[in-house]
């Protein structure tokens, strides 16, 4: 693969090459050096046109581990101020010579329309509610550690599915290795059409006792323009991880979430007191698993083996 733009067309035997370099890259950011000189040469640009925080520094890091070149394109501070295009702007870093394009923007199909007009590898870091593929490779990459395995699991995905990339990447990842996706939420924040994407819809405390992965979404009330839920406090009562559906957990689920985690909305801080809940673990691992991303998408060839 030149690319990796998103789960649902992504190349399965990838997917597992990265799984499993991300276990040697662990590994290598345990060692007291942490760096390998792989990507020396190499150089790779962050377009991050929306905020973040764990994508945007565990990827600039993964690179930085791997001895490549970063550059960071700021669109407050650009020519885009100016009036230059999106298109125009990447013509013009393009001819810098960039090896790697980590783009992170709000419309979905942001990271295809970048693949189609650049020679450098395209990494998608989230566009629009579309797909976040190396937040779902982290969280099967953190999954597989603690459980052993990616197959046979009920994962269920619980909060504002509507909006979120995470468990659209979630859902076709964990199809693709044999696990059962679960998805719980407010009607009007969980479209029906992702049942014929394989996708179970289901009532959150029948669930809970049933699962073996628990992901908690954020409500992204930045992408909200109308109501889509009566209040945050009743939203809390329906579909947030309250102390007393902790209590429903078995001790042996893992809670994840993505981050960032609206406390005492989605999930109430107490989670955090369970030592099945991996949300740092989480961000831990993306380092590892993004730095085997960067590796499979470009290092040379003779490398690669
Ligand atoms: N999970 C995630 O994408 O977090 P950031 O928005 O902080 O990058």
């Not at 499993?20 to 040469?41: D, H, I, N, W, Y």
């Not at 150089?43 to 565990?58: C, D, G, H, I, K």
């Amino acid at each position: 693969m030149r690319h990796l733009l998103d789960i649902e067309t992504a190349d399965r035997g990838f997917l597992d090459r990265v799984l499993e370099s991300a276990e040697v890259f662990l590994k290598v950011l345990e060692q007291p050096s942490r760096k390998l000189p792989t990507l020396r040469g190499k150089t790779v640009l962050f377009m991050f046109m929306e905020p973040s925080t764990r994508t945007q520094a565990s990827f600039e890091m993964a690179a930085k581990r791997l001895s490549a070149d970063t550059l960071n394109f700021s669109p407050a501070k650009s020519s885009m101020k100016k009036g230059e295009t999106f298109l125009d702007t990447l013509y013009n870093l393009q001819a810098m010579e960039v090896d790697g394009i980590v783009i992170r923007h709000s419309a979905p199909g942001a990271a295809h329309f970048v693949a189609r007009h650049t020679k450098a590898s395209v990494i998608n870091a989230g566009d629009g509610s579309h797909e976040h593929p190396t937040q779902a490779l982290l969280d099967a990459f953190t999954v597989k550690r603690r459980l052993g395995t990616l197959s046979g699991l009920k994962v269920l995905i619980v909060g504002d599915i509507l909006h979120s990339r995470v468990a659209r990447s979630n859902l076709f990842l964990w199809r693709m290795y044999g696990s059962e996706v679960l998805f719980s939420g407010p009607p009007t924040l969980l479209p029906r059409e992702f049942e014929e994407l394989g996708a179970k819809v289901v009532e959150l405390d029948d669930a809970l006792p049933e699962a073996d992965v628990v992901m908690v979404l954020r409500l992204q009330r930045e992408r909200m323009e109308g109501s889509f839920v009566p209040s945050v406090r009743e939203y809390r009562r329906f579909w947030g991880m309250t102390r007393e559906r902790l209590k429903a957990l078995r001790e042996d689920t893992l809670l994840m979430h993505p981050g960032p985690v609206n406390w005492g909305v989605e999930m109430d801080w107490e989670a955090q007191e369970r030592p099945n809940t991996v949300i740092l673990e989480q961000v831990r691992n993306g380092v590892a698993v993004r730095m085997a991303v960067l590796y499979h998408l470009l290092a040379k060839a003779e490398d690669l083996g």
